[in-house]
Nanobody, 120 residues
Framework: QVQLVESGGGLVQPGGSLRLSCAAS????????MGWYRQAPGKQRELVAA???????NYADSVKGRFTISRDNSTNTMYLQMNSLKPDDTAVYYC??????????????WGQGTQVTVSS
């Protein structure tokens, strides 16, 4: 079994910063692309940022210049540094990973989500 566990969410004032972490564990052979998604109330889940195993990244236009995605392949951990947060960034943030397990089966896995609230 493979698990993704997020941490680091919380309440922050506009203009503040948060750092999210996503730790992958279990029967992992390798991790391909990983990404952060978010879902605000009444809205569809959207891609925030993604990163390949080689470190190539892409971002949603709404977060470019404010958010930075990174990963540590040695610990199977992914991060999202969020700066200059806005109320529109309020959402549940989910970690996603395309993972090969030790039986060489690849599939997408999701974390349970972590709440980020930006409010004064």
């Amino acid at each position: 079994q493979v698990q993704l566990v997020e941490s680091g969410g919380g309440l922050v004032q506009p203009g503040g910063s948060l750092r999210l972490s996503c730790a992958a564990s279990g029967s992992i052979f390798s991790i391909n692309i990983m990404g952060w998604y978010r879902q605000a109330p009444g809205k569809q889940r959207e891609l925030v940022a993604a990163i390949t195993s080689g470190g190539s990244t892409n971002y949603a236009d709404s977060v470019k210049g404010r958010f930075t995605i990174s990963r540590d392949n040695s610990t199977n951990t992914m991060y999202l540094q969020m700066n200059s947060l806005k109320p529109d960034d309020t959402a549940v943030y989910y970690c996603n990973g395309n993972i090969f397990d030790i039986w060489y089966q690849a599939r997408d896995y999701w974390g349970q989500g972590t709440q980020v609230t930006v409010s004064s």
